[in-house]
């Protein structure tokens, strides 16, 4: 079997697509690609990675990647982003069956660009083979007799005992990781990063993910600059797309995680990505108090949680963590019991299996 990704948004590496959905395919005996737009190279890990230019607008970028999709003549394919629907049907006319994958809640994006999307996706429906969520939730505006399957973004695995946290010693190391903005919490950990250094406490925090926006990383840099954190806050990756492997670094080496995103429609009521990476490392971390969030952290004993706004209350939160060495190592060990419910490989399964479905 031949399976084709698509994305005209997603960077080439995104762990999703490529580390998780990709790599399950290929380790699966089936042959695996990827169609994107920018820079990439012709071949990684055994998958196929494929450049239909340089990013543009993005439905020109949509129009691109379809176009060079068909070309693979493919038994699957897989789109990622909403805009590839409107040329992705001619990829049904060689007999290939299309799955539309569901990233987050388009209706959040407003009155305008929202209904926008949802009625390009209630047109696809009619016509899609199957659609797969990346959060249950997103199941509820699906019609009824759509082929849907619901695909987690679990961790990769691989915590064991060894990953154990115990009380950790001076300088204390605060991550976040995962891509950052405003809206997910980069303003928060600046703040609490200069109140620690007001404060003279012996905290590093890492910030080890893309910002895609320029504007946000003039004004993170010149805040940092300012205030002369430059010793206290290190970022990585920061303008380029920080690997897989810098992001399971920068977990193991830290003390302390942090997803303090603020409230919005596509986070309240989803399960962060990173809480999964975070545990599957032991890594206790604090987050954000959503009820869904609290919910989660208080029945798998693996953090705590404090208002997203309030950097205070944060670096409080911190403090009692590395202050209190039993609270700290139980939910390390919280954590680590807990990722085993979490793993990849059961998602993995679940999407070849659809993808089997669809080709009998």
């Known amino acids: 079997m031949k399976v084709v990704h698509l994305t005209s948004v997603h960077h080439w590496q995104d762990p999703r697509i490529f580390a998780k959905m990709l790599c399950s395919i290929r380790d699966a005996g089936h ?34 990647v379809v176009r060079a999709a068909g070309k693979l003549d493919a038994d699957v ?24 994958d ?3 809640d388009y209706r959040s994006k407003g009155p305008i660009l929202g209904r ?39 961790h990769l695995g691989g915590s064991n005992d060894s990953d154990r946290r115990t009380m950790p010693e001076e300088p204390f190391e605060v991550v976040y990781t995962g891509v950052v903005s405003e ?49 206290m806050v290190t970022l990585t990756g920061w303008a380029e797309y920080a690997t897989s492997e810098q992001i399971l670094a920068a977990q193991k080496s830290a003390d302390i995680g942090l997803c303090v995103l ?30 869904a969030w609290t919910k989660f952290v208080e029945e798998n004993g693996c953090g705590r949680v404090c208002d997203p706004q309030d950097s205070t209350r944060l670096l409080d939160e911190i403090r009692t963590l590395v202050a209190t060495p039993g609270s700290y190592e139980k939910l ?12 990849w490989e059961v998602m993995g399964e679940k999407l070849l299996s659809l993808y089997g479905r669809l080709k009998r």
């Open 116 to 154: 926008l999307i949802r009625s390009v996706e209630r047109w696809a429906f009619g016509w899609l083979d199957a659609v797969v969520l990346a959060e249950s939730s997103y199941g509820s505006f699906i019609p009824d007799g759509v082929v849907k399957e619901t695909v987690l973004n679990y």
């Open 102 to 104: 569901i990233h987050e």
């Open 183 to 231: 809206l997910r919490g980069l303003s928060t950990i600046l703040k609490t990063a200069r109140l620690a250094s007001v404060s003279e406490l012996p905290f590093h925090f890492t910030i080890c993910g893309i910002c895609h926006s320029k504007r946000g990383r003039a004004r993170a840099e010149a805040f940092i600059s300012r205030h002369g954190l430059d010793g």
């Open 31 to 64: 042959e695996a690609a990827l169609v994107t737009v920018g820079q990439t190279p012709s071949v990684h890990e055994g998958i196929q990675v494929i450049s239909a230019g340089d990013r543009e607008g993005r439905f020109s970028n949509a129009k691109r």
């Open 332 to 343: 390390s060990a919280g954590a680590l019991e807990a990722a085993g419910l979490y793993r």
């Open 262 to 291: 603020q409230s919005h429609p596509n986070y309240i009521s989803t399960v962060p990505t990173k809480f999964y990476e975070y545990m599957s490392t032991g890594l206790p971390f604090i987050c954000s108090d959503f009820p």
């Open 77 to 100: 394919y897989h789109l990622h982003d909403p805009e590839l629907l409107i040329a992705a049907r001619s990829l049904q006319s060689g007999g290939g069956k299309i799955v539309y």
